[in-house]
């Protein structure tokens, strides 16, 4: 069975502090995306990251997936209460068209004002 | 805005009821999945469909079925509902290139069944 863990699962910091969520697995990915989901309103698409050991930004958030392309880590800087919701890790196993998506449980994030 | 509309919003039913909910995928993507979350809940993968065949099923019950239509809308059937199906429900389009499969989320139906 494929699992992509997710941690912390509950995340709550004070404005402006840093932080960094992690998603770990066994299986290696063809590639990895991050979704952030706000109260009743779908996933959204932060980031893909393909290449082993590549890093992204989008703006206050990094982005990294491991060497060997089995785990990433979401780092935000100076978190705002605008970051608040749940961050969500999919890896993705493609082969020959045929994709699998397996989805992290997800970390709920709460910045303070 | 994601380019993948679901209908209803919202959809209040009673126990052993049915409902049918919809979805249509962003122009020129394929696949079609189907998911379930429940409150304060992961996404629960349910199934996939690509270019109108069913590719992939997840932890879907038997009282569900799905199909992915010529036009490639999907529809998720819900029957003998139970209470324990309340949930929101999503479904997702995806695009392909290379090694990335990137997925494109709906706004969700809102199922309450009471």
Same mark, same amino acid.
């Given at each position: 069975?494929?699992?992509?863990?997710?941690?912390?699962?509950?995340?709550?910091?004070?404005?402006?502090?840093?932080?960094?969520?992690?998603?770990?697995?066994?299986?290696?990915?063809?590639?990895?995306?991050?979704?952030?989901?706000?109260?009743?309103?779908?996933?959204?698409?932060?980031?893909?990251?393909?290449?082993?050991?590549?890093?992204?930004?989008?703006?206050?958030?990094?982005?990294?997936?491991?060497?060997?392309?089995?785990?990433?880590?979401?780092?935000?800087?100076?978190?705002?209460?605008?970051?608040?919701?749940?961050?969500?890790?999919?890896?993705?196993?493609?082969?020959?068209?045929?994709?699998?998506?397996?989805?992290?449980?997800?970390?709920?994030?709460?910045?303070?004002? | 805005?994601?380019?993948?509309?679901?209908?209803?919003?919202?959809?209040?039913?009673?126990?052993?009821?049915?409902?049918?909910?919809?979805? *249509?995928?962003?122009? #020129? %993507?394929?696949?079609? =999945?189907?998911?379930?979350? @429940?409150?304060?809940? /992961?996404?629960?993968?349910?199934?996939?469909?690509?270019?109108?065949?069913?590719?992939?099923?997840?932890?879907?019950?038997?009282?569900?079925?799905?199909?992915?239509?010529?036009?490639?809308?999907?529809?998720?059937?819900?029957? *003998?509902?139970?209470? #324990? %199906?309340?949930?929101? =429900?999503?479904?997702?389009? @995806?695009?392909?290139? /290379?090694?990335?499969?990137?997925?494109?989320?709906?706004?969700?139906?809102?199922?309450?069944?009471?």
């Amino acid at each position: 069975t494929q699992l992509l863990e997710q941690s912390p699962q509950f995340l709550s910091i004070q404005e402006g502090e840093n932080l960094t969520v992690y998603c770990n697995s066994s299986s290696v990915f063809s590639s990895l995306q991050w979704y952030r989901q706000e109260p009743g309103e779908g996933p959204v698409l932060l980031v893909t990251v393909v290449t082993g050991g590549e890093v992204k930004k989008l703006k206050r958030l990094t982005f990294q997936f491991g060497d060997a392309r089995k785990d990433s880590s979401l780092h935000i800087t100076a978190a705002q209460p605008g970051d608040t919701g749940l961050y969500l890790c999919a890896g993705a196993l493609v082969e020959n068209r045929d994709d699998k998506i397996i989805f992290g449980k997800g970390t709920r994030l709460h910045i303070l004002p | 805005d994601s380019g993948v509309t679901q209908t209803p919003k919202h959809l209040i039913t009673a126990t052993g009821q049915r409902v049918t909910l919809r979805c *249509s995928p962003r122009s #020129g %993507d394929l696949s079609v =999945y189907w998911y379930q979350q @429940s409150l304060d809940q /992961g996404l629960q993968f349910l199934i996939q469909y690509y270019n109108g065949e069913e590719r992939a099923k997840g932890n879907i019950l038997e009282r569900f079925s799905a199909q992915q239509f010529p036009d490639l809308h999907s529809e998720l059937n819900l029957s *003998s509902l139970e209470l #324990g %199906d309340s949930a929101l =429900y999503f479904c997702a389009s @995806s695009v392909y290139s /290379g090694p990335r499969v990137e997925q494109f989320f709906g706004p969700g139906t809102r199922l309450t069944v009471l």
